[in-house]
């Protein structure tokens, strides 16, 4: 009996990388779902015409009450929430999947929203089903790669991680909810202790791997009140930016302006700010990471330090978030039952599930160096 997902925001930016992946899985029935039924009855052409299968589809407003009814009524195993922006968003669409008894997880990285989905933890567990949140780059993928290097070190003591994204624009939606935090107090860890930095702000030039130098900025991501307790780490931090270095001067003034009170909205300035990238876009060279610095002490009790990088190539950047969801669908579709509660999305699928479900590895690849703190 094939394995039902219902991919809500089917035909967004991520949800159609989502979709083109489950689409051909062996074992797997997709069901796209989307308010706008145009856009929902060309996405399902497009994939049965390039995948050869026949996919299903629902239109309407996940968010509402009769979502419930729907999930019950196609005989859903799996939503898989792609419908951003996360910050600020209610957990109706999750409330729904628990009171339906169907598995769920999201493609948020908001940090309010990915810690704050334990509020549904007794009623998940009481109803038996899985609710996972930020099943994507940060906490999922960023978490699966410590975990895979975690054996070499008696102990962690920072965790510096960021990601940047090639010229290619993402979708409104994305803009919106990275830009909410502009200008606004972050808390991270240094040296144990709680410190505030601004979003947006902090300037840096990193040289990458194949990449030359990028600029990023403070980013606030999930990764912040998970990091603490599940490694023991005294410092963290997560940077990200643009592949042009002008995305990331645009999105640092705008932060200035909004903490000054010259911007009250961020959302008229992330729409224009969209435009103006896409006419950007062209001068981009297609490629993205995500790095992860870990210091700490190796087994033989001398420091330690790692550094791992995801890379992409060709603009294939969004598999990166989009490919933990797939991965997971994948894990469930062979059999794996995630254990029942409503939690972060980490320690649900390793690395190597993750390439897999991308399954590019001419586009996209991993590299791990360790070495000693001066190395």
């Known amino acids: 009996m094939a394995f039902r997902v219902l991919v809500v925001g089917g035909y967004g930016n991520f949800g159609s990388i989502v979709c083109r992946h489950l689409a051909v899985m062996p074992g797997i029935e997709l069901v796209l779902s989307g308010r706008d039924p145009k856009k929902l009855l060309r996405k399902v052409a497009e994939l049965n015409t390039q995948s050869g299968t026949v996919c299903d589809s629902w239109c309407g407003d996940a968010m509402g009450p009769e979502f419930k009814s729907v ?73 699966a790669i410590i975990d895979q290097q975690r054996y070499r070190f008696k102990r962690i003591d920072s965790i510096e991680h960021g990601i940047s994204s090639s010229a290619k624009m993402p979708g409104l939606s994305t803009v919106e909810g990275v830009l909410a935090y502009a200008g606004k107090p972050i808390k991270l860890l240094r040296n144990g202790q709680v410190h505030e930095v601004l979003g947006w702000q902090d300037l840096e030039l990193r040289k990458m791997q194949h990449m030359g130098t990028r600029l990023l900025a403070n980013v606030d991501v999930p990764d912040m009140d998970i990091f603490a307790g599940r490694y023991g780490a005294q410092t ?140």
Request: proline share 4%; with cysteine.
């Open 71 to 143: 999930l019950g009524s196609m005989n859903i195993q799996l939503v898989i929430h792609t419908g951003g922006p996360f910050q600020g968003q209610s957990y109706a669409v999750a409330e729904s999947c628990i009171d339906a008894g169907v598995n769920y997880c999201d493609l948020s990285d908001s940090r309010a929203f990915v810690t704050g989905i334990g509020a549904l933890d007794a009623r998940a567990k009481q109803a038996g089903v899985a609710i996972l949140s930020g099943c994507s780059s940060v906490p999922t993928l960023s978490a």
């Open 236 to 375: 963290l931090s997560f940077k990200a930016g643009s592949g042009l270095k002008l995305g990331g001067v645009a999105n640092y003034l705008l932060a200035q302006a909004l903490r000054k009170g010259i911007v009250r909205d961020h959302a008229p300035w992330a729409a224009r700010l969209h435009r103006w990238g896409l006419w950007f876009e062209r001068f981009g060279d297609g490629k993205s990471a995500m790095y992860i610095d870990v210091r700490g002490i190796g087994l033989e009790g001398k420091p330690l330090f790692m550094t791992a990088q995801l890379t992409a190539l060709n603009d294939k950047g969004p598999e990166i978030p989009s490919c933990a969801a797939v991965a997971l669908a994948a894990k469930l579709a062979q059999g794996y039952l995630p254990a029942p509660g409503a939690r972060a999305c980490v320690g649900e699928i390793t690395v190597d599930e993750y390439m897999a479900a991308i399954n590019d590895p001419e586009n996209l690849s991993l590299s791990v160096h360790f070495s000693d703190e001066q190395g």
